[in-house]
């Protein structure tokens, strides 16, 4: 009875399935908190001593990966071999550039309108000012942060105090105590987010106005998700057997990869279905 009045009262039927089956599961309940890490080759339970070596971690493997990985190896998974540039393909056929991206400048009702679009969360990143607070102040902060929108907009550089980013690490799988075992993401400061959502929309426009992107791309784009993809290519699956033609289909999952001896970073993993 107490779970069929939850899925009855609910608007979203699937969604409040779920929840009820990972309540009792118990794999609803997420942990941020690592317990212990191995850190050169010793496993301790220090929590400072762990948040600080996560930090060293994740400040120096961007530039490990930049400075061994040449733009010819970045698909080949070759760190040595700069024969073939891989960038050429791009280069022939997009000789036409396209045109510069013009920022308009925000009025205040933007700048409104962008907060209130926020989404409603008392999470909060590296300032502890929470998304329903900018909400319920968006009448009084929209006319200072629309003179620094376009600050940022004519100028081209971004206050550094919005750069800061509080850095959580999740667990994806294999051995908890190893580094590599986690994904690092970012709880961004809200007010920046006001000025993400600005230059997105800037951004999308040009985009779209001009063409640049492709229709096969689904990713990140407004009105589109996984569905669409799997439906156009179910709908090409089934145009093609209707004519009796070969149908081959090729999936890529480029995955990171850090060794010890870091001399391979990353790994293409295709498989093919025909």
Same mark, same amino acid.
């Given at each position: 009875?107490?779970?069929?009045? #939850? ?9 409040? +399935?779920?929840? !009820? ?19 050169? %080759?010793?496993?301790?339970? /220090?929590?400072?001593?762990?948040? +600080?070596? $996560?930090?060293?971690?994740?400040? *120096? ?7 061994? @990985? *040449?733009? +010819?190896?970045?698909?080949? %998974?070759? *760190? ?7 960038? !050429? ?17 925000? @009025? ?6 962008? @907060?209130?679009? !926020? =989404? ?37 550089? $971004? ?7 509080? @850095?959580?690490?999740? $667990? ?6 190893? $580094? ?24 999308? =426009?040009?985009?779209?106005? #001009?063409?640049? !992107? ?21 709908? #090409? ?6 004519? /009796? ?30």
């Amino acid at each position: 009875m107490y779970f069929d009045k #939850h899925i009855r009262n609910s608007n979203n039927l699937m969604k409040t +399935s779920w929840n !009820l089956i990972n309540q009792e599961l118990g794999s609803g309940q997420k942990n941020h908190g690592i317990q212990s890490l191995s850190i050169n %080759g010793t496993s301790t339970v /220090n929590q400072q001593a762990i948040a +600080s070596s $996560f930090n060293n971690y994740l400040i *120096t493997q961007p530039s490990k990966i930049t400075r061994k @990985i *040449t733009p +010819s190896s970045c698909l080949t %998974g070759n *760190t040595t071999n700069n024969q073939n540039n891989t960038f !050429l393909p791009l280069n022939n056929v997009l000789q036409t550039p396209y045109p510069s991206i013009k920022y308009y400048r925000t @009025i205040t009702k933007e700048i409104g309108n962008k @907060i209130n679009s !926020l =989404k409603s969360s008392n999470s909060f990143g590296y300032v502890v000012v929470p998304m329903n607070l900018l909400r319920l102040c968006s009448f009084f902060i929209s006319s200072p942060w629309n003179s620094i929108c376009n600050r940022t907009l004519s100028t081209g550089i $971004f206050p550094d105090r919005l750069k800061y980013a509080s @850095i959580r690490p999740i $667990f994806k799988r294999g051995k908890k105590e190893d $580094f590599n075992n986690y994904r690092p993401i970012s709880l961004l400061i809200s007010f920046s987010k006001i000025f993400e959502k600005v230059l997105q929309t800037r951004l999308i =426009k040009h985009l779209n106005t #001009h063409n640049i !992107l492709a229709q096969e791309r689904y990713g990140f784009r407004t009105n589109l998700k996984a569905d669409d993809a799997l439906f156009n290519l179910t709908n #090409h699956t089934l145009n093609a057997l209707n004519h /009796n033609s070969l149908i081959v289909a090729k999936f890529c999952d480029l995955e990171k990869v850090l060794t010890a001896s870091t001399t391979k970073y990353y790994e293409l993993n295709w498989s093919f279905m025909v």
